[in-house]
């Protein structure tokens, strides 16, 4: 079942290679095709989002269902994620929408090298002349525009244009963007080049601690075992060191890529009903955590009682 989920995927790409990497920024003809057809739910996910601010010069400027995430300072802003390849138009349009403009994005980061977070990261690119950094496992993805046999969703993952000249960055480095500094947490496992971010903002006197925690589910192509594989052999310890990564994070706002992630938009309804600090909570990176470890023991224990 493995090799024809994975002969069915190398097919997909070989038919979308052409189509995806040569899409214009506005060509939504053909990237609705692609969605429809290729992707139960990338129509779901890109569906429109106007921006808004987060806290003090953090900014949501994603679609409906993938996070992107714009730090801002009057010497340049940071660009976290840039979710499908269809998302970059958007992305732009709400970057503009906040009245910044997009020649000052001058650092694209990443989460994780998948199609769905990922995508749209080359458009911004060449649109802004950004630079765009990875972890070590990351930036080959990004420049191949294809994950390698490592990943655990490997021949199920769609292509997506490659970035160029990918910066690569060491675990606990901070990256700066004129007063902007935000740090470099790896935290693998759900893909070898998963990587998590927190900064600060502030609004007058008040700084809180942002974090941008990655995906850490474990998801997977049919056939991938999380408990014996060869082509990711420190998956499961991988995890358990991301865990840790998150969990020693001061945390007073938790971002994800998938906004249901910190529940997002039950935050943002809290928030026009009233409540100021619906954002705050710092206690939601342990809970991130405990719920991912539970997810992770979940699939352990059905992987050894087969």
Not at 23 to 47: G, H, I
Not at 64 to 83: F, K, M, P, Q, Y
Not at 149 to 161: I, K, N, S, T, V
Not at 188 to 195: A, F, L, N, R, S
Request: some cysteine.
């Amino acid at each position: 079942m493995k090799a024809l989920a994975l002969i069915r995927s190398m097919l997909l790409v070989a038919a979308l290679a052409g189509p995806v990497r040569a899409l214009p920024l506005d060509a939504q003809a053909a990237a609705n095709s692609y969605t429809r057809e290729q992707c139960a739910r990338c129509a779901e996910w890109n569906a429109p989002q106007r921006p808004f601010r987060i806290y003090g010069n953090t900014y949501y400027v994603g679609t409906r269902g993938l996070s992107a995430v714009l730090v801002s300072s009057s010497r340049g802003h940071v660009l976290i994620d840039g979710a499908l390849p269809e998302s970059a138009s958007k992305i732009l349009e709400n970057i503009r929408a906040l009245g910044f403009r997009v020649g000052d994005v001058k650092l694209i980061l990443n989460s994780h090298p998948h199609f769905d977070h990922s995508g749209g990261i080359a458009a911004l690119q060449r649109a802004s002349g950004a630079a765009v950094a990875a972890s070590p496992a990351g930036a080959p993805v990004l420049e191949r525009g294809a994950s390698g046999p490592d990943d655990p969703q490997y021949g199920e993952l769609l292509e997506f244009p490659a970035a160029s000249r990918v910066r690569v960055i060491a675990d606990g480095e901070t990256l700066r963007v004129g007063p902007l500094a935000l740090t470099a947490h790896f935290t693998p496992g759900h893909t070898p080049g998963g990587t998590s971010w927190s900064w600060r903002s502030c609004e007058g006197a008040r700084c809180l601690a942002m974090v941008y925690a990655d995906s850490q589910s474990p998801i997977s192509a049919e056939g991938f075992l999380f408990t014996d594989n060869r082509s990711y052999p420190t998956a499961l310890s991988d995890f358990e060191r991301g865990f840790a990564a998150i969990e020693r994070l001061k945390c007073d706002v938790l971002l994800t890529p998938h906004p249901e992630g910190n529940r997002l938009w039950e935050r943002v309804a809290e928030r026009a009903r009233g409540a100021r600090n619906a954002f705050v909570d710092p206690g939601a990176c342990r809970r991130y955590v405990a719920t991912a470890r539970q997810r992770l023991a979940r699939r352990v224990a059905s992987e050894r009682g087969r």
